[in-house]
Each structure stands twice: as C-alpha cells, then as structure tokens.
C-alpha cells in the first residue's frame, strides 16, 4: 500500500500556484483499479442487504488489497500489534461468514479499522490510538481525491493527447465492428449467438435502470469513500507523537530551577514537595486502612451468605439483588481501580519511608475486590440458575473477565511502577480478545437450549422468537418443555404489557414462526446476507 505525503510545492509549483491547481493524490496502477471495483462492489454486495457472506468478502477484499500493495520491507510487518489484528479480522471474518451476530460483524468492523491504522503508523500501541488514525487518515483521504473529478483544461498539448488516446481506442473497435458484421454475415450460428448476446445485454440494461436512483446513488458514493479510505493511505502522525510521550512505567519527577545555564535542584521547593508528598501517603494509607476494614466486613457478609448454600427465601426478590445490587458492586470496584490509580499515578511510587506499607495495604484492597467480584459472579450465577439466561447475564461474566484482568493490572502498577499507558494499553488488548471470543460464541442457540428447561416455571418465549431465525428449529425441537411451563410470555422484549399464552398456544406460534420462515427463506434470502449456520439450520429442520 502506497504511503505518501501530500505536497504542493512537490512539482516546483509556487504556493498560489498550488492552491489554484491542486496536485492529485500519485495513486498507484494497482489503486485506481481497485477503487472502482471496491465501489461496484460494496454496492453489490450491500445494498438492501443484511450482514453475512457480503461482509466477510468485502472484508477479505479489503485485506487482500492491503496486503498486495504493502511493501516487504515495510514497518507493518515487523509489528506484533499488526499481526494479532491481521489474525483477528480473518477470525472475525470467518465469524461473520458462519453466524452473522452482531458480535461477529462488530469484531470485524473493529478489527479491520484498527488494522489499517497500524498500517498507517505501525510503530502505535494502542488499539485506541491505531482505530482514530485509521479514521482521521480515512476523512484525509477523500478531499485528496478531489483533483480526479476536476475536468481537463483546454489546451494544445491536452488536445494532443486526447486525439492520440482517441485514436488507440477508436481504431480498433471500429476494426471490431467491421469484422463483426462480416461474421454475421456469413455465418448463421454466429449471427444467432450474437443476438442472443445483445438480447442478454438489453435485459440487463433494462432491468439495471429503475435500480438507479438517489439514494442508490448516494449508497454507491458511500462505498466508494469507504473503499478509497481503506485503499488509500495518507499518514497521519497526531496520534503517534501523542503516544511517544508516554511510557511504560512512572518516573519519578524532580523539581529543578536554572541559575547561570546550570540546572540545580531548588531545596525550599524541594522540601515543601517532600512535605506536601508525605501529607499524600498518610491520606492514602488512611484511605486503604479504613476502606479495608470496611470491605472486609462485606466481603465476610457476602460469603457467610450467597458463597455456600444460598437459597433465595419466599418472596425474596432476585431481580433487585442482582440488578441493583450487581450494578453498585461492579460501580464500586471500579471506584476502587480509580483511586488506587490515583494514588499511584507520580511520586508516591518512590516514597521509600513507607512505600511498603502503602504497597501492601493497596494490595489487601486489590485482593478484597477481587473477592467481592466473586460475589457479584455468584449473584449473577443465581438470577442465571433460578429465571434463565440473557444477553445481559452474558455480558456481565465478560465485564467480570475484563474487571478481574484489570485487578491484576493494577497490581502490576502497584509493584512495578507501571503508568497509566500500560494498563490502558493491556486492558484494551484483553477487551479486544474478549470481543472476539463474543464474535465466536453461537450465543442464541445455547440460550434458547439452556432456557428450554423443564425446571423453569416461567419461559419468556417472546424473548427468544426475536432472537435470529436459526433459533426456530431449537424453540421446535423442545416445544414439549412448554407443557410444564406455569407462565408462558410471547410479548417481545421492551412492550409496555406483559402478554402471557397456554402452552397450546404458544406451540402453535412457534409453528407459524416456523412456516413463515420456511416459506419467506428462499425467496427473500440473498446470497450476499447467506450465513453457514442459518443455512444449516433450515435444511437441517425441512430435509426432511
């Protein structure tokens, strides 16, 4: 992929001069054919479609584009961080290919746009910091493209080479159509299948024309500004001088004044920073003190309680004591990581008189929260085992993954010195593997599977007709739990009333479900939104 900085003076123009024409981004051969043909097919493959095959071929066109036009000796390669995004989108790809989640196309997106921002400046750390600059480069680029759409101006030298190219083109399609006609002429065969031909090109003209339209039109220019910012690198540097001044770990930070060019330290200075300094570690370790005692009390409540042989009494709600109580202990946890962040953030981490006790006394905490994340799984696990499972439920076991990856973070901050960058950077990377192993998951049939549980008394069925459509064949295969079902609800998630139905009833939705896909699939499904497993899942369920 060619890189390059855009410069007006690059062809011993003057500034005005510049201004007044504009040099044209040096595209390379290989570009400006791929950019129409990433145009064409964007639009062929999204538009009025959903999210499935389409996505992962665009996605391997892109990488492929990338990867063809991107030198051997370039910067990318050597670049772990490159690689792993590399793996990553095609992982994602292959996702997308098979389930279509939302997951899936949402690790793809992501992992695609952060691998062109490397690309652009493979020497980033951060996931952030490479995704803005793939998308500051991308709005970079169109207004550089600009120049292209300009019409030539006249003149001698401009008339010459049209008349020339003219000629190169003209002469031998009209050579082409002499011997077209000598062919229809004398040969009958030739003449049938020549017809058919315009035939089939006439059709296709036809039928191509009311597909044109503004807002095609606009959906068309839209993949060609995606194509062009995925193609067409211009190097943007904001991000990359922004993280050459952070390092990995915490320096220490002296005060120093000049005096005759010779920097000396400035001891009143310097004794009040000490003053102020210890002032600081006496607030901190009273902070850890008093907030350990305090998280200890809760920590030995929550397991006395819910660690070992919880059973929820009559009437006890759950939903409050997961929800709420769920929310406030993932919101102090994080409170907890903040301040311990604070504390730790400059000088503090070389108090030599009491950096041991204020290093052990945020260690406790650390641990204690860790303990209390362990309490909010288990109440998590209990709303799980007692009403089913969700999205929601899910997602929750993933922020405790990322929250406990972030405990461990901080621990290394506290012990080693570690900056704010570090754990930024570490953390991001733990949330983009965790988004990926979301992408990989065929969350709704494990759901519906686990909520088809004759144990339940009550099945919110309408939740699990909204999920996709491979979820049918699974809700047809264990209509019969419904018979136990005390409580059936078929509204769908977010409605104002709760609509409740007998379980005759709600076998008998399920079947229409089921007709209605099996009549509306191969006539409304496309191959651009084809997914592997919704495939597999209506010819494993009709096969028969």
Same mark, same amino acid.
């Given at each position: 992929?060619?890189?390059?900085?855009?410069?007006?003076?690059?062809?011993?123009?003057?500034?005005?001069?510049?201004?007044? !024409? !504009?040099?044209?981004?040096?595209?390379?051969?290989?570009?400006?054919?791929?950019?129409?043909?990433?145009?064409?097919?964007?639009?062929?493959?999204?538009?009025?479609?959903?999210?499935?095959?389409?996505?992962?071929?665009?996605?391997?066109?892109?990488?492929?584009?990338?990867?063809?036009?991107?030198?051997?000796?370039?910067?990318?390669?050597?670049?772990?961080?490159?690689?792993?995004?590399?793996? =990553?989108?095609?992982?994602? +790809?292959?996702?997308?290919?098979?389930? =279509?989640?939302?997951?899936?196309?949402?690790?793809?997106?992501?992992?695609?746009?952060?691998?062109?921002?490397?690309?652009?400046?493979?020497?980033? !750390?951060?996931?952030?910091?490479?995704?803005?600059?793939?998308?500051?480069?991308? +709005?970079?680029?169109?207004?550089?493209?600009?120049?292209?759409?300009?019409?030539?101006?006249?003149?001698?030298?401009?008339?010459?080479?049209?008349? /020339?190219?003219?000629?190169?083109?003209?002469?031998?399609?009209?050579?082409?159509?002499?011997?077209? /006609?000598?062919?229809?002429?004398? $040969?009958?065969?030739?003449?049938?299948?020549?017809?058919?031909?315009? %035939?089939?090109?006439?059709?296709?003209?036809?039928?191509?024309?009311?597909?044109?339209?503004?807002?095609?039109?606009?959906?068309?220019?839209?993949?060609?500004?995606?194509?062009?910012?995925?193609?067409? &690198?211009?190097?943007?540097?904001?991000?990359?001088?922004?993280?050459?001044?952070?390092?990995?770990?915490?320096?220490?930070?002296?005060?120093?004044?000049?005096?005759? #060019?010779?920097?000396?330290?400035?001891?009143? $200075?310097?004794?009040?920073? +000490?003053?102020?300094?210890?002032?600081?570690?006496?607030?901190?370790?009273?902070? /850890?003190?008093?907030?350990?005692?305090?998280?200890?009390?809760?920590?030995?409540?929550?397991?006395?309680?819910?660690?070992?042989?919880?059973?929820? *009494?009559?009437?006890?709600?759950?939903?409050?004591?997961?929800?709420?109580?769920?929310?406030?202990?993932?919101?102090?946890?994080?409170?907890?990581? =903040?301040?311990?962040?604070?504390?730790?953030?400059?000088?503090?981490?070389?108090?030599?008189?009491?950096?041991?006790?204020?290093?052990?006394?945020?260690?406790?905490?650390?641990?204690?929260?860790?303990?209390?994340?362990?309490?909010? %799984?288990?109440?998590?696990?209990?709303?799980?085992?007692?009403? #089913?499972?969700?999205?929601?439920?899910?997602? &929750?076991?993933?922020?405790?993954?990322?929250?406990?990856?972030?405990?461990?973070?901080?621990?290394?901050?506290?012990?080693?010195?570690?900056?704010?960058?570090?754990?930024?950077?570490? $953390?991001?990377?733990?949330?983009?593997?965790?988004?990926?192993?979301?992408?990989?998951?065929?969350?709704?049939?494990?759901?519906?599977?686990?909520?088809?549980?004759?144990?339940? =008394?009550?099945?919110?069925?309408?939740?699990?007709?909204?999920?996709?459509?491979? &979820?049918?064949?699974?809700? *047809?295969?264990?209509?019969?739990?419904?018979?136990?079902?005390?409580?059936?609800?078929?509204?769908?998630?977010?409605?104002?009333?709760?609509?409740?139905?007998?379980?005759?009833?709600?076998?008998?939705?399920?079947?229409?479900?089921?007709?209605?896909?099996?009549?509306?699939?191969?006539?409304?499904?496309?191959?651009?939104?084809?997914?592997?497993?919704?495939?597999?899942?209506?010819?494993?369920?009709?096969?028969?």
């Amino acid at each position: 992929m060619t890189t390059f900085t855009a410069n007006p003076n690059a062809a011993g123009l003057t500034t005005a001069a510049a201004t007044a !024409r !504009r040099i044209p981004l040096p595209l390379t051969a290989l570009q400006k054919l791929l950019l129409p043909l990433g145009a064409v097919l964007f639009d062929v493959l999204f538009y009025r479609q959903g999210v499935g095959l389409n996505l992962a071929l665009y996605t391997l066109f892109v990488v492929a584009a990338t990867l063809v036009g991107l030198p051997k000796h370039a910067a990318a390669w050597r670049s772990g961080y490159f690689r792993l995004l590399l793996a =990553g989108t095609l992982l994602s +790809a292959g996702a997308v290919l098979w389930y =279509g989640s939302a997951a899936a196309w949402l690790a793809c997106v992501a992992s695609v746009v952060m691998l062109l921002g490397f690309i652009n400046q493979p020497h980033l !750390r951060l996931l952030a910091f490479a995704l803005l600059t793939a998308l500051g480069g991308a +709005a970079r680029v169109l207004p550089e493209l600009l120049p292209y759409l300009r019409l030539p101006s006249a003149g001698a030298g401009r008339w010459g080479r049209t008349r /020339f190219y003219g000629r190169l083109l003209l002469a031998p399609l009209a050579v082409l159509v002499v011997f077209h /006609f000598l062919f229809v002429l004398a $040969n009958p065969r030739y003449e049938a299948l020549a017809g058919q031909v315009l %035939g089939w090109l006439g059709d296709w003209l036809l039928a191509l024309l009311p597909a044109i339209s503004i807002p095609h039109l606009l959906f068309f220019l839209v993949g060609f500004a995606l194509t062009a910012g995925a193609l067409v &690198v211009v190097p943007l540097h904001f991000f990359q001088d922004q993280e050459s001044r952070m390092g990995e770990f915490v320096r220490r930070q002296r005060d120093r004044v000049a005096s005759l #060019g010779v920097r000396r330290p400035d001891f009143r $200075n310097l004794n009040r920073k +000490a003053l102020d300094l210890r002032k600081e570690y006496l607030a901190a370790l009273a902070v /850890f003190g008093l907030v350990n005692a305090l998280l200890l009390v809760v920590n030995v409540i929550d397991v006395r309680w819910i660690w070992f042989g919880f059973v929820p *009494a009559p009437g006890f709600d759950l939903t409050q004591f997961v929800h709420e109580g769920t929310y406030v202990l993932i919101f102090s946890i994080l409170v907890a990581m =903040g301040i311990v962040l604070w504390f730790f953030r400059r000088n503090l981490n070389f108090y030599q008189p009491g950096l041991a006790a204020l290093r052990w006394g945020a260690t406790i905490w650390v641990v204690q929260n860790a303990v209390l994340m362990v309490s909010v %799984g288990l109440r998590n696990y209990y709303y799980i085992q007692y009403t #089913g499972l969700a999205y929601k439920r899910i997602g &929750v076991y993933g922020f405790l993954l990322l929250t406990l990856f972030g405990l461990v973070t901080v621990l290394l901050k506290i012990w080693q010195r570690r900056s704010a960058f570090s754990l930024v950077r570490l $953390n991001s990377l733990a949330a983009y593997g965790l988004l990926l192993l979301l992408a990989l998951g065929n969350w709704e049939i494990w759901i519906a599977r686990y909520n088809l549980n004759a144990r339940f =008394g009550t099945l919110d069925l309408g939740f699990l007709l909204e999920m996709p459509a491979r &979820v049918l064949p699974e809700l *047809a295969a264990r209509q019969q739990v419904l018979d136990g079902m005390s409580r059936i609800i078929i509204s769908p998630p977010g409605s104002y009333t709760e609509e409740t139905a007998p379980p005759a009833e709600a076998r008998a939705l399920i079947q229409r479900r089921l007709a209605a896909w099996q009549l509306n699939y191969e006539r409304q499904r496309t191959w651009q939104s084809w997914t592997g497993a919704e495939s597999a899942a209506y010819y494993s369920a009709f096969s028969h």
